[in-house]
């Protein structure tokens, strides 16, 4: 399912619970009373997601089990929560776009929120009439993303948004979820920038991409921990300083990389978009200054590359989020605008060094797993 929902007038708990209501098709489009709404496609598939969260909460959550879910061999449950914590955040403006946490509701992903200054230099109020929300809602996938209210200078507005991909399962996931009741094989991504519809450097355009697992097996010693999230304005690509230190320590990346733009691919008839399959790299972000090596061993993941299911990354220039492609099998895809890649290599990039933003693309329904 993909909804798109756009804030009229009302608090954050009658928002979240409006759209609640539309995820679960408790309510269509047309009931809506806070914001207007867009649903194309189908939920998923019943007791994949468990709604856990009433109408009085301060946020939105779900519990969600693993899209080849098998209570004997592969009994994998998280929690995604939505608008954050009940107790809030720093101001009533700033709220988490998704928190992700194991089953028991810790190893939470560290929180961020749009438009606090140490993420970005934007405040930003989500509950503000115009925000938009657009989600897919599927087996494999949750996105969320927020898009801020249109200013007078589309260079200020903030957009900002969580992927979380189930991967696909092996025998490797089965041995690790009896030693660890708390792993589950999939991971989040998270994104900020600003000016989501200029393609190229503007003014103010601060932002960041992480990616997170939580309960991974670290390749090296076989313990159980959880990656780190480095979500600073300052160090935008999950990039923590750019020397040898940060080899010791889990700081994922993405497969294509999230540091460069990627373009159309060429055939007989012209042009076309490219989709290739996200992959959350277990190694880490690529590693410079490297003239030393790592006095330990890195902190890697042992599923080392992890294929994120029904996911991509599409060819930067294609779209802006709710635009959607359709593949020659008739299934839908919609795009989401993502962060900004860099224009210079990680030793001399800061996080005004940016350019095209990455793009991403999602089915609108299940679809065949591999």
């Known amino acids: ?80 929560k939505v608008f954050g914590n009940d107790a809030g955040a720093t101001s009533s403006s700033y709220t988490p776009t998704l928190q992700i946490s194991d089953k028991l509701g810790s190893n939470v992903m560290g929180e ?14 989500q509950v503000t009439s115009g925000t938009e929300y657009h989600f897919i809602f599927n087996d494999t996938t949750f ?16 957009y900002a948004g969580t992927i979380w991909s189930d ?64 979500t600073l304005k300052t160090d935008a690509w999950n990039f923590v300083g750019f020397d040898d230190s940060r080899k010791t320590a889990a700081y994922f990346s993405s497969i294509p990389s999230q540091t460069q733009p990627f373009f159309q691919t060429w055939g007989p008839s012209g042009s076309s978009i490219a989709m290739v399959p996200l992959q959350m790299d277990g190694q880490g972000p690529p590693y410079f200054n490297s003239s030393t090596g790592p006095s330990t061993p890195v902190a890697a993941d042992s599923r ?16 802006v989020t709710g635009d959607y492609i359709e593949t020659s099998d008739n299934t839908r895809y919609y795009m989401f605008s993502g962060h900004r890649t860099m224009t210079a290599q990680p030793e001399t990039a800061n996080y005004n060094s940016v350019n095209y933003q990455a793009l991403y693309a999602f089915p609108r329904n299940n679809v065949v797993m591999p």
């Open 1 to 80: 399912m993909y909804l798109k929902y756009t804030v009229g007038t009302g608090t954050r708990e009658q928002i979240q619970t409006e759209i609640g209501d539309l995820l679960t098709e408790v309510i269509t489009p047309s009931n809506t009373v806070y914001g207007t709404a867009v649903v194309d496609g189908t939920g998923p598939t019943a007791g994949t997601y468990t709604r856990t969260s009433t109408s009085t909460d301060k946020h939105l959550s779900f519990t969600k089990k693993h899209a080849q879910y098998d209570a004997v061999t592969m009994p994998a449950e998280m929690i995604l």
């Open 112 to 125: 961020y929120f749009p438009g606090n200054y140490s993420h970005a230099a934007n405040s930003m109020d």
């Open 167 to 230: 991967f696909e399962i092996t025998a490797y996931d089965e041995y690790a979820i009896g030693e660890n009741p708390l792993y589950y094989p999939g991971c989040a991504m998270i994104h900020q920038q600003r000016d989501p519809n200029n393609s190229t450097t503007g003014s103010g355009q601060n932002g960041f991409f992480g990616a997170y697992r939580f309960q991974y097996q670290n390749q090296y010693n076989g313990e159980f921990a959880n990656s780190y999230l480095y």
């Open 304 to 319: 080392w590359h992890n294929v994120m299911l029904n996911s991509y990354r599409i060819s930067t220039l294609s779209g």
């Open 143 to 158: 996105v969320m993303q927020v898009l801020q209210a249109q200013t007078s200078s589309a260079a200020n507005q903030v």
